[in-house]
């Protein structure tokens, strides 16, 4: 089944594993996370660099090391999460990227514009202490 709005799989990483990070009351592990999500070890690995290069969350290495959050949930918000993986959102005007359109007004009626707006806030406003209730 297509889908119109589609996150890629590594900002869906990204904010699934910070929730459970946040949530963990110790140190959590690539496979740990990786199992608990069903999703591949090495991509987990990759999203979680970049994770604690922006300093998200604390890497510990070693056999016993694993992630710990290095900021408080409620100061993260998930466009920062998503913004790390992914770069800025930018609302475009046109769907295909043109610059040039053979019609006076857009066939999409600005419903990609609006959407990418509606998403972009909804991130901006949601913290991961939000998500640490569902």
Sequence with gaps: ????VNLS???SLAIHAMVLIAKSDKQINVSQIADLMGSSR???????????????????????????????PEDITLLQIF??????IQPTGCPLDRQVCPFDKCLMGGIVTDTTIQIR?????HTLADMLQH
């Design 42 to 72: 090495n991509h987990l690995a990759k999203v979680m660099q970049r994770l604690v290069k922006e300093g998200f969350v604390k890497s510990l290495r070693g056999p016993s090391g694993g992630f710990t959050m290095q900021q408080k």
């Design 1 to 4: 089944m297509n889908k119109v």
């Design 9 to 11: 799989e590594a900002s």
């Design 83 to 88: 913004e790390c993986i992914e770069g800025p």
């Design 121 to 125: 806030e909804y991130f901006q406003s």
